[in-house]
């Protein structure tokens, strides 16, 4: 019950901090001493530290839930990534196939400039050679 007091008078103490400009570190601090005073309440309210087996399988159940987490906060990391890199990717293969659509365009209208310029001139010269033969 003792320590029950001290970890709560040491829990106002933490308090403290709210009204003042602190830096990220010392946020930081306070937060894992706090954390650290919950978990010692903790201990002394299921009197945890009482019983070496209970402390143990206590411990071995903290890793396995944390090991789940963890492995659950990098598969979803992981799929961020991945949504980040095919996303990149299909913008870079729509780029490029609107850059190779584009470039068959021009290709084709220079073609077709060509062919009309090319019949443009023949039709030209026909019509010289009518004018020849009516003027003889």
Known sequence: NRQQQ???????????????????????????????????????????SDDPKKQKLRQYAAIVIQAALRGLLLRRRFQAQRRAAVAIQQWWRGLRARLHFRARVEA?????????????????????????????
Request: hydrophobic share 30%.
């Open 108 to 136: 084709v209208c220079r073609i077709q400039a060509h062919i009309r310029g090319h019949l443009a001139r023949r039709r030209a010269q026909q019509q010289r050679m009518q004018q020849q033969q009516q003027q003889q």
């Open 6 to 48: 001290e970890v709560a008078a040491e829990e106002d103490e933490d308090e403290v901090f709210v009204g003042k400009v602190v830096t990220l570190h010392e946020q930081k601090k306070a937060k894992k001493l706090k954390s650290r005073r919950r978990t010692m309440l903790y201990q002394v309210q299921s009197g945890a």
